[in-house]
């Protein structure tokens, strides 16, 4: 039997369930490891619950911000904290466009009113932003001031990206998409692969995530830490041990790995080997 | 934040990665256990891709023969084998018709097609038959036989509800599937319900599914021990191992429960607490 031809949807679905089953991700929920508020389940409900939004982002039914914003409405309902907006930045325009090409030309026209709506959805999440240094979202002044700056959703992700490695990718064409993608390629099929490519893409820069929640230090320690495990140095189940005991999850990095599993899983990677 | 209202559809597709996720449920794929060819994304993908037939059902487009054979389509492209044909026997009459009143009103007025269409899905999937005993859908004179003898697919459950606890449910009003669901509302919310409910039904009936793969006394042993676990006589996890190495997996058992996790979402059940 061969695979039927699933729709765009359907590959940022299933992108997201192999992204959490996958095991051992360093700190992250896997299907071994929950946090105590924020558990695999709730992972694998967001993937479901998301559809309707995926859906008309692949209709293409209106602009990434709102889309994004209908994402984490249609998937806030849990009691999980935030589990896939980082994903959500990433999968809307890759869905919309595609590939990403496609997912560039979204990224590069969107409007203020996409800027608003992706401030909306912020707001409802419960991911941290620095102080001092954001717009802070839980701060109505924001909304005038995106206003007043006339800020597209484009410029909100340049105005993010030297703190955020998932704002990075709107901004960047996708780079660590497209490597977190080759890598899995590189990996052959199956779940393994994954684990190779979110190592690989740990190894290679340190987690905005887990900088705003730890600070820089821990963040570049982890990152050589992930070098340490891929030259052989280090013992990866012991590394996952010690970023769970110490709550280091690194998030930008898995939620770009799950935009990188759905380019692969278009390209033709095997998931299922 | 309160969960949006799911559709029928989406609420059947959390009741299957509910019912996976849980753990543990002796000798079934679960978080920490998968069989060397039928794995935890094997069961994932097929909650994923079963959608397009789930909403069919939701919407009432055809008879639920019909809508077991696009189910199987949708999700036979994976190499895990059969995951979920026992499952969508009980979930597509469930979401066309809400609840169990209106499964069994679709159960009691199918035809001759539908006893047809479901032949075909059987035969697309790698279910065992009791050789001799049931009609083997992978003859092609099953079907002749089917036609002449002008079987709905009512009568088809009738003839197999002897030897199915599946089918079972279809003749005597979806009797384990509330069994299932008052078992977990009595347990309380979260995933521990769903191992509770689990025990509950494995320690009621032999599993059919072990029946056709290892005789009858294994099955009834196998009951024996559920009861031994929940009277705390025997420990949980030894089990699930024991049952694990013997291959021994109660496969009709953990199809029941999906339907009862549907049925009990649909009553206010909260998987997440």
Same mark, same amino acid.
């Given at each position: 039997m061969s695979m039927r031809t699933i729709t765009r949807a359907e590959r940022a679905q299933l992108a997201m369930v192999l992204e959490v089953s996958?095991?051992?991700?360093?700190?992250n929920v896997d299907r071994c490891h929950d946090y105590e508020t924020t558990r695999l389940e709730h992972f694998l409900a967001s993937a479901i619950l998301a559809r309707p939004a995926l859906e008309a982002a692949e209709r293409g039914d209106t602009g990434p911000g709102f889309l994004i914003h209908q994402a984490v409405e249609c998937t806030g309902? #849990?009691?999980?904290?935030?589990? #896939?907006f980082g994903a959500f930045i990433l999968l809307i325009p890759l869905v919309m466009g595609g590939d990403i090409k496609g997912a560039t030309k979204v990224a590069d026209s969107t409007t203020l009113e996409d800027a608003v709506e992706f401030y909306k959805a912020f707001a409802k999440t419960e991911v941290r932003v620095i102080p001092g240094h954001e717009?802070?979202? #839980?701060?109505?002044a924001s909304l005038i001031e995106l206003r007043s700056r006339g800020m597209t959703l484009h410029d909100v992700m340049l105005y993010s990206a030297p703190r955020d490695l998932v704002a990075r990718e709107w901004i960047n064409g996708f780079q660590m998409t497209r490597r977190g993608a080759d890598l899995i390629h590189a990996a052959g099929?199956?779940?393994?692969a994954v684990v190779e490519a979110f190592l690989g893409l740990l190894a290679l820069e340190p987690d905005t995530f887990i900088i705003k929640k730890h600070g820089p230090d821990v963040a570049w320690k982890i990152m050589e830490k992930a070098r340490e495990v891929r030259e052989g140095l280090r013992d990866l189940q012991a590394f996952d041990q010690e970023c769970i005991e110490r709550g280091i999850n690194p998030g930008s990095i898995a939620d770009i790995i799950i935009a990188s599993i759905y380019l692969a899983l278009g390209e033709g990677w095997e998931w299922d080997c």
């Open positions: 996958a095991y051992p991700k360093p700190g309902g #849990h009691r999980g904290g935030n589990t #896939h717009l802070d979202v #839980h701060d109505p099929c199956g779940r393994e």
